[in-house]
């Protein structure tokens, strides 16, 4: 696919037909996520993929509001976090600038939009999901604490077709000095 199409093509996508996802395609977004850039090639993503259907009953019911457990009903699950106090930082501990881990959240984003265009590649559906319940997680799935849980990734076959939403002009968001 066109990646210009691809990019007006990936939706979030809040309902999902009940469909299996094959574990290697989850491995082909993962590895479409170690592509991206990251602050000294450190490469902190990490992802956690449920697909055991009663594991992910289990986050979604204990560790998502209700609002986004429906939504990902269906779905296989992927928590996605990164390493902490690596990206940004020195060998001794020291951050490299002011926004210290803060760049181990943006190397996941950066690595998070490609695995969500891999899926969408690959033809599956995906919704970002922030609101969480960080600790249950941490502790159903055993995740160390040296991992900062960012987001929950729900994957799947799309059971409606969202519309593309309008998009801000460039004028709005862009400002060129020449």
């Known amino acids: 696919m066109d990646f210009q199409k691809l990019m007006e093509t990936r939706r979030s996508v809040r ?3 009940p469909a299996q996802i094959r574990r290697e395609d989850l491995e ?3 590895r479409a996520a170690l592509e991206a850039p990251s602050w000294k090639n450190t490469e902190t993503g990490r992802y956690h993929c449920i697909l055991s259907r009663g594991l992910i009953d289990r986050v979604r019911t204990e560790c998502l509001p ?5 939504k990902a009903e269906n779905a296989a699950l992927v928590v996605a976090t990164y ?3 690596k990206a940004g930082f020195q060998i001794d501990g020291t951050p490299d600038n002011e926004l210290g881990n803060g760049w181990g959240c943006y190397d996941l984003g950066l ?3 490609n695995f969500l265009l891999k899926a969408t590649e690959l033809g599956y559906a995906t919704l970002v999901m922030g609101i969480r319940d960080a600790g249950k997680i941490r502790e159903i799935l055993s995740i160390p604490e040296d991992e900062i ?3 929950v990734l729900a994957v799947g076959k799309a059971g409606d077709d969202p519309k593309r939403p309008k998009r801000k ?3 709005e968001v862009a400002k060129f000095y020449e």
């Not at 209700?66 to 429906?70: E, F, K």
């Open 149 to 151: 849980i960012v987001s």
């Open 83 to 85: 390493v902490k106090d």
């Open 15 to 17: 309902k999902y037909a």
């Open 28 to 30: 082909e977004m993962i």
């Open 169 to 171: 002009e460039l004028e």
């Open 66 to 70: 209700p609002a986004n457990c429906a």
């Open 111 to 113: 690595q998070n939009e």
